[in-house]
């Protein structure tokens, strides 16, 4: 398989004896060289394995750095997040509170003012039942339950009272 004018030149440098012996040479070796490349293609030599796993280790090494790396950045922004949700939940706190107080003033001064009164229309006794219900469910008492339990029984009275009339 070589080249026709290759093979033209060696033989007029060569004759046709020499040219052939040439040729068949060129061919061993030729042949020779596939062999060794096909035979090394599938066999590397120590030192080409342990390269080929310093690169490897490299490329983990690299993936790893890249994997910490992210890991850092997540962990700051965690951190940043349970600082926003703590904020958050003292905020919330807070606001429960205020609207507690404020429940607890409206259903004192309903309530007062309503004994005071001695009135009681089907809207005030919603309104007040609407305020002391969850009121009462969060967790609010004290003085705001003696005024409401004031009331009730007024109210209780006032509707008895009307019931006779």
Same mark, same amino acid.
């Given at each position: 398989? $070589?080249?026709?004018?290759?093979?033209? /030149?060696?033989?007029?440098?060569?004759? @046709?004896?020499?040219?052939? +012996? +040439?040729? #068949?040479? +060129?061919?061993? @070796?030729s042949a020779a060289l596939t062999a060794r490349s096909k035979k090394k293609k599938g066999k590397l030599t120590l030192e080409e394995k342990i390269e080929a796993m310093s690169v490897k280790q490299d490329s983990i090494e690299k993936k790893v750095r890249e994997i910490d790396? #992210?890991?850092?950045? $997540? $962990?700051? *922004?965690? @951190? %940043?997040?349970?600082e926003q949700i703590s904020k958050t939940s003292e905020q919330?706190?807070?606001? =429960? #509170?205020?609207?507690?107080?404020? /429940?607890? =003033?409206? +259903?004192?001064?309903?309530?007062?003012?309503?004994?005071? =009164?001695?009135h009681f229309s089907q809207d005030d006794v919603d309104d007040i039942d609407v305020l002391y219900e969850p009121y009462h469910a969060d967790g609010g008492n004290s003085g705001a339950t003696e005024a409401f339990e004031v009331?009730? /029984? *007024? %109210?209780? /009275?006032?509707?008895? #009272?009307?019931? $006779?009339?």
């Open positions: 398989m $070589t080249n026709p004018s290759v093979v033209s /030149a060696i033989t007029a440098i060569l004759g @046709a004896g020499g040219a052939t +012996i +040439i040729l #068949k040479l +060129i061919d061993v @070796a790396e #992210k890991m850092k950045e $997540t $962990t700051k *922004q965690l @951190a %940043r997040a349970s919330l706190d807070m606001t =429960d #509170k205020l609207v507690l107080a404020t /429940a607890h =003033d409206r +259903i004192v001064f309903l309530c007062r003012k309503k004994a005071e =009164d001695k009331y009730k /029984a *007024q %109210r209780k /009275a006032y509707m008895e #009272k009307e019931a $006779t009339l």
